[in-house]
């Protein structure tokens, strides 16, 4: 591990389409407990902070500051007033926290990625330090892999020909980001103003980890797999 690697969460206070669900319960315990207690696991990681303007429904779903016990996952920050809103990207709160934060080397991933392993978050971070050293990469972004057929808007085939029907895995393969896990540094940041750097390196990540709540079906799937 050639450096400190920091974690970052954004944590907000409102969600349209599955209402408070950072805080809701799952499995037991508040939605955005489970990817905390994954990051802990992750000996690599030796700090994560998180951008919220939810302070307080935080320490009511029992996460708190821990930096004056010496502990820095988590360390809580506020999120720039200017920064409020559902229209606000990620890359700008991201770019925010580097404002607010030391360090180079940074890993990216949200509280609704309840299913993603520390083995996986491992593994990619070692690929990552080991891309790094290389040159052969700037940055890591999870994706899912697929061999399907795939069509456009209009109807019109993207991948494949529907008069030949090859076999699926024949395909060519296609890569869908799926906002599960970000590496990337300080530098590559400031290069392109985004989590994904000039040289990304795909990080396919087991399907069942891949669910990211973002509706109540979502919700649903995650909850079943949990269980």
């Not at 944590?11 to 950072?22: D, E």
């Not at 935080?58 to 007033?81: K, N, T």
């Not at 606000?88 to 309840?114: C, K, Q, W, Y």
Request: proline residues 7%; glycine residues 4%.
């Amino acid at each position: 591990m050639p450096s400190p690697l920091t974690a970052l969460l954004i944590i907000k206070a409102h969600s349209v389409r599955v209402p408070n669900k950072n805080f809701r319960e799952l499995a037991g315990k508040p939605l955005c407990r489970h990817i905390l207690a994954t990051l802990e696991q992750v000996s690599d990681i030796t700090r994560v902070v998180i951008d919220t303007d939810a302070r307080s429904q935080l320490a009511a779903a029992g996460v708190h500051d821990r930096v004056s016990a010496g502990d820095q996952r988590p360390v809580i920050i506020d999120r720039e007033p200017a920064l409020l809103g559902d229209e606000v990207t990620a890359n700008a709160l991201i770019a925010s926290m580097l404002g607010r934060v030391d360090g180079e080397h940074f890993l990216m991933t949200h509280v609704t990625n309840p299913l993603l392993s520390a083995d996986t978050i491992r593994s990619a971070i070692a690929a990552w330090w080991t891309a790094l050293a290389a040159g052969t990469a700037d940055s890591l972004m999870s994706v899912t892999r697929h061999q399907a057929r795939f069509y456009d808007a209009d109807g019109q085939p993207t991948n494949h020909e529907p008069a030949r029907l090859l076999p699926t895995q024949q395909l060519p393969v296609l890569y869908e980001e799926n906002s599960l896990l970000y590496l990337f540094t300080r530098t590559s940041f400031a290069e392109t103003k985004s989590r994904v750097g000039v040289r990304p390196m795909f990080w396919p990540t087991p399907k069942i980890e891949s669910v990211d709540i973002d509706t109540p079906q979502d919700w649903d799937v995650a909850a079943a797999l949990l269980r």
